[in-house]
């Protein structure tokens, strides 16, 4: 009996669908049962068949889908992160037994990832995120430029109240508009007398800046307008001389002599530029001109508005202001109001300098990426039987990638928590030296989350950008070739080659900019150094003092300095004394001036002049030349015919080719009704903007003959020993003419000047050390790869040996391959430096940023740094028996 | 509660057939005897499918047997319950008792 036949579709349908696990056992089960039905009836037997395997078909698709499911879910997951673990069980036995290797691969990350985190600290805590307001980009303050005056974009002590309340009235963007003027006032009461930098607000600034006080509160609207005598102080003020007593709230303290009343304490954080004890303004905008601008505007932005909203409205706003007030005063004429948000503003002066910075230790950090990449290829070689090996086994390329890539993250890990081990000392360091030079860094700038966090970014990118060229590289072998002997002159070579080449080149590049950058600024920072003053800065020692108007009334103020200085004169130490309202390199206040006479039209803009008002005395201690006529002596008293000085720069710049003695000037407008002043001498021109600034113009006025309206001068006294030791006899001669008179602000004129340029020493300082750091690095890097090719070379240069090339030439082929990745490195690296100097410039001192001597010199320095570091592997080579080197495997 | 699983009613179904047949237990002889007990015919996918699932609960456990010529070469797979399949049926038939209990099951009362 003929067997009978399957139905053959129906079969290979089941066939197809079932699951695979008992695929089999399913089908045999059919086909024993079939044949034993097909003995009572094929028909019956077939249409069973049918029925089995449409009924079989749900059952077995929804088993596979489930098995594949869980697979999916469990399984697979479980694998991957077995194979993470296997694969760092795998990097941590590698970095053990490589250790010197790891070590420094670890270690220059360590350096690389911990600069970037010390600088990217400092970043977040200054310029990023300094505030603790709630939304610190809605608060903005308010700039403003007049070109007529030939002043750029300002925000401090660049607003009268009259254009405040222009804005407040009519900005509809801007909310909670506050106006504040700042100086120092003096906390008389619960010990000893203290000068606090102090702000003068228009306004309740915590309700602008949506900060509540910590204790209390801050100023209500009456108190403003009457300007009520209540006071708030800073969280730091209240800790250091309260000892964060929460009593005081509501306590009478004496400010300045008169009673006011403490109503609040605000958080630490808020302080604007420092101010520690907020007060309410004194006087109304009835009382200022519109032209007299000493304050600072801020202001909120309004919700669902934003930066350009208000900037086009404030636009609007000049334009109306000028057209209104332009006739009676000409600076309106062209000028603009630009706001900003107050993190901008309050960053301005070393924002530049932290963004350079921050670019600098990127470089640093590509730089080590490129090293550390270079090395791995190296090593690479090494581990080519290795990686064949496993390949041969049945790892996937993908699975050796993922490996390398693993060995790359947890070393470039390693490095981060090391770097951020440095940063701590980083921060630490460069907090110190700020510190000596004034700046509190403490509170403002720590490692804190969003900073780890960048940490955390930087180091896993780190790892992934300097292994995934050698991961790539590693898995691209050719199992044969590699399995053969020790794979000598396998197919990887050539583009590994090309890769390291590339890699120097990238070195070169970066060590380019970064020691070009470093070279530009060193270069700035030695001509400051070399800058001649002008006068004399050393043994000057300064102090302000503000006398009391109640008691010192009209003539009496100069006459009090007149006294101070001749009996300071008298102290054994002194060898001169002097007042004046301001001194080099830190003068600030300037006006506008006119001159009678042709020249006084020929000017586009309104001159505008340094005005300080001096003691006799004043040039002779700061060592100013007197250059022509006289300096002020006792004929210019009071009542007297008004006599100005003027510096060379008044006379080369508005008389040139006059003699300026005999000419006249007023101290204002052309039309304004105010008396003329008679040029008697000329001065010598002081850096007085400071080193790194031209001379400016600067007219000079006798105290006596100015009046008691000018009540706040500064000594300046010129010692024959170090100035700080005669600071009690200066303060005892001054408590005996008056035993209630505060000193502060004490400071020679060397240490005024090493703080203002403390910033510039502190970018020079570290990209200078970036910079080296990147020059050995980039040496390191040209070294290993030379010595490797050379390596790999050795029975070539045997051979050349062999056949009679003599050592100089053999040293001169190695050393001239070696170094064409770098001329093409150097080259790259000049374009680059040339394209970012832009953000340098700014940081520059009369040095230009395309300065070809420090580019020349840089060049060359990386050139013979590179031509020695690849010197010594070819001397090497070049010494080589032939005999072994041509038996070398 | 013991923490054993309870089973849907066509998992009790086939489970109960395997453990009928004891050592004869195998696809053919399992729905064989599923389709005498309750007069229903099962396709083999849906045994298979719910074997399976028995097998990867620890219930059931299943063996490769010998393949003849009527099978066109193809193994037997064989099934044995497993004590905690013996658990899992008690504790799902108690339960249904339990709710059972004090309701007339008895079809003629309808």
């Not at chain 1, 401090?156 to 506050?178: G, H, K, Q, Y």
Request: with cysteine.
């Amino acid at each position: 009996m003929p067997r009978p036949t399957l139905p053959w579709f129906t079969t290979r349908l089941l066939a197809l669908v079932a699951d695979p696990e008992t695929r089999e056992a399913q089908l045999g089960d059919l086909a024993e049962e079939f044949e034993e039905r097909a003995e009572r009836g094929l028909g019956d037997a077939t249409a069973w068949y049918r029925r089995q395997v449409v009924g079989s078909m749900g059952p077995n698709l929804t088993r596979r889908v489930r098995r594949a499911l869980a697979v999916v879910t469990d399984r697979k997951g479980e694998g991957r992160m077995k194979t993470l673990w296997h694969d760092l069980r795998l990097a941590m036995r590698g970095a053990r037994k490589n250790f010197a290797f790891s070590a420094v691969v670890v270690g220059t990350l360590a350096l690389g990832i911990g600069a970037n985190t010390t600088i990217f600290s400092i970043v977040y805590g200054l310029v990023l995120d300094p505030f603790p307001f709630p939304e610190p980009d809605r608060i903005v303050g308010v700039g403003t430029a007049y070109p007529k005056l030939g002043s750029a974009l300002g925000y401090v002590e660049n607003m009268s109240p009259a254009e405040f309340m222009d804005i407040r009235d009519n900005a509809s963007t801007l909310e909670d508009v506050v106006a504040w003027d700042m100086g120092n006032r003096q906390i008389d009461s619960d010990g000893p007398p203290e000068n606090i930098f102090s702000a003068f607000w228009w306004g309740d600034a915590l309700g602008t800046l949506e900060m509540n006080a910590i204790l209390g509160r801050g100023f209500a609207d009456d108190e403003v307008a009457t300007g009520a005598n209540v006071i708030l102080i800073g969280e730091d003020l209240w800790t250091n001389r309260f000892g964060a007593d929460s009593t005081v709230v509501g306590q009478s303290f004496s400010i300045n002599g008169q009673p006011y009343t403490l109503i609040g304490v605000f958080p630490s954080g808020v302080d604007l530029y420092g101010t520690e004890l907020w007060m309410t303004m004194p006087a109304g905008p009835e009382v200022y001109d519109r032209n007299r601008r000493q304050f600072q505007v801020m202001g909120r932005i309004v919700e669902g508005s934003n930066l350009a909203a208000v900037n086009a409205e404030l636009d609007g706003l000049a334009r109306r202001v000028e057209q209104a007030h332009v006739a009676e005063f000409e600076e309106y004429e062209g000028w603009r109001m630009q706001a900003t948000t107050w993190n901008d503003v309050s960053s301005q002066f070393f924002r530049a300098g932290v963004w350079v910075l921050l670019g600098a230790v990127g470089f640093v950090l590509l730089l080590v990426c490129a090293n550390t990449a270079n090395l791995l290829l190296a090593r690479a070689r090494g581990r080519r039987r290795e990686m064949a090996v496993r390949t041969a086994l049945g790892a996937s390329r993908k699975r050796i990638i993922g490996q390398l890539l693993t060995e790359s993250v947890s070393l470039s890990l390693l490095g981060g928590a090391l770097g951020v081990g440095l940063a701590w000392l980083g921060v630490q360091g460069i907090g110190a030296f700020l510190n000596t030079v004034g700046v509190n860094l403490a509170g403002t700038v720590a490692l804190n989350g969003p900073v780890l966090a960048f940490t955390a970014c930087v180091a896993v990118g780190s790892g992934i950008l300097f292994g995934i060229a050698p991961a790539l590289q590693a898995s691209r072998i050719g199992i044969s070739a590699a399995l053969k002997a020790d794979g000598k002159g396998a197919t990887a070579g050539s583009s590994r080659q090309r890769l390291q080449r590339s890699l120097v080149a990238i070195e070169v590049a970066l060590a380019f900019v970064l020691l070009a950058g470093g070279g530009l600024l060193v270069n700035s920072f030695l001509r400051v150094g070399q800058v001649d003053p002008g006068f004399a800065m050393d043994n000057v020692l300064t102090m302000r003092l503000t006398l009391s108007r109640d008691r010192y009334p009209g003539d009496a103020g100069p006459a009090f300095f007149r006294q101070l200085t001749e009996r300071l004169e008298q102290l054994p130490g002194i060898e001169q004394a002097g007042a004046g309202t301001q001194f080099p390199p830190v003068a600030f206040a300037f006006r506008q001036i006119f001159f009678d006479g042709p020249e006084a039209d020929a000017e586009a803009t309104l001159p505008t002049t340094l005005t300080t008002i001096v003691t006799p005395g004043y040039f002779e201690t700061l060592g100013v030349p007197l250059l022509r006529g006289r300096d002020f002596d006792d004929r210019d008293a009071a009542g007297a015919p008004l006599a100005a000085v003027i510096n060379q720069e008044v006379a080369d710049r508005f008389f040139p080719g006059q003699d300026p003695i005999g000419r006249r000037l007023k101290l204002g407008e052309a039309g304004a009704d105010i008396p003329w002043w008679e040029i008697v001498g000329v001065v010598g021109a002081t850096r007085n903007l400071g080193l790194d600034q031209e001379p400016f113009p600067e007219v000079f006025a006798a105290h006596e003959q100015v009046g008691g309206g000018q009540n706040q001068l500064f000594l300046v006294l010129r010692t024959r020993d170090e100035p700080a030791s005669m600071l009690p006899a200066v303060r005892q001669a001054i408590l005996e003419m008056d035993s209630e008179q505060p000193v502060y602000a004490v400071r020679t004129i060397e240490q005024t000047y090493n703080q203002g340029i403390a910033p510039m020493r502190a970018t020079t300082l570290l990209l200078s050390i970036f910079a080296v750091f990147a020059l050995v690095m980039a040496a390191v890097g040209i070294y290993s790869i030379v010595s490797f090719t050379v390596g790999e070379r050795t029975q070539e240069i045997g051979l050349r040996v062999a056949l009679g090339a003599d050592a100089g030439r053999v040293r001169g082929l190695v050393v001239r391959q070696a170094l064409l990745p770098v001329v093409i490195g150097a080259a790259i690296g000049l374009g680059l430096a040339l394209a970012v100097s832009g953000g340098l410039s700014r940081m520059l001192f009369e040095v230009s940023g395309s300065d070809p001597l420090t580019l020349g010199t840089v060049a060359i320095l990386l050139i013979a740094v590179a031509s020695a570091a690849s010197w010594v592997p070819a001397y090497r080579a070049s010494r080589m028996d032939p005999v072994e080197a041509l038996r070398a495997e | 509660m013991t923490g054993t699983s309870f089973l849907g009613a066509f998992e009790q179904v086939v489970l109960l057939a395997v453990a009928h047949l004891g050592e004869d237990g195998y696809g053919v002889t399992v729905r064989k005897e599923i389709e005498r007990r309750t007069g229903r015919e099962v396709s083999v996918g849906a045994v298979y499918a719910t074997l399976g699932r028995l097998e990867d609960k620890g219930l059931a456990s299943s063996w490769e047997g010998e393949s003849t010529a009527r099978r066109g070469g193809r193994a037997r797979r064989h099934f044995r319950i497993e004590p905690a399949g013996r658990r899992a049926l008690e504790a799902t038939r108690g339960m249904l008792d339990a709710m059972w209990d004090g309701l007339d099951a008895n079809p003629a009362d309808r």
